[in-house]
């Protein structure tokens, strides 16, 4: 029987305690960065309006949690440094669920190769099908970003 990856023991781990305690898994992940090794869970609160806001007992609890599934099962082999908090202000925006839940709000856009002369668009999100993006920019203009452009599409962030 094949090794389950690290996301996945996360994503089922909170599909089992997420909704029954008001969270959401946004993402994780599992990276090294110098010498060391960071598990990183994202982590939305849900609330009777929808989404609130993560507070760092939130993130707290969270971690104790998971910090006790990962001893149970110990699926990861090398030392690592666990770490839980909320995706931010300036999310990425990564699933179709990304996309729906944050349709009409203002996005960043890095592209990997200019369109209409610029690498960095800014604009209100007013599409998404089959993994392509609609923007639309305040002048009105509106473009298409093709799945495979965009190096990472952020929430924005606007004062």
Do not use: H
């Not at 800014?122 to 599409?127: A, E, K, N, S």
């Amino acid at each position: 029987m094949a090794k389950k990856k690290i996301g996945e023991y996360i994503a089922e781990w909170m599909n089992e305690f997420g909704p029954a305690n008001g969270y959401e898994l946004s993402r994780s992940e599992f990276v090294k960065e110098g010498a060391d090794w960071y598990l990183r869970v994202y982590v939305d609160k849900l609330d009777e309006n929808g989404y609130g806001v993560m507070s760092t007992d939130d993130c707290e609890l969270v971690s104790r949690w998971l910090s006790e599934k990962l001893d149970e099962a110990d699926p990861i082999a090398q030392n690592y440094y666990l770490e839980v908090s909320s995706p931010g202000m300036d999310r990425p925006l990564l699933t179709e669920k990304d996309f729906i839940r944050f349709m009409g709000e203002y996005i960043d856009v890095s592209l990997y190769k200019a369109k209409d002369g610029s690498k960095q668009l800014q604009g209100r999100l007013t599409g998404y099908d089959e993994g392509n993006v609609t923007l639309t920019a305040d002048d009105g203009r509106t473009v298409l970003i093709e799945k495979g452009e965009a190096a990472k599409i952020r929430l924005a962030v606007i004062f």
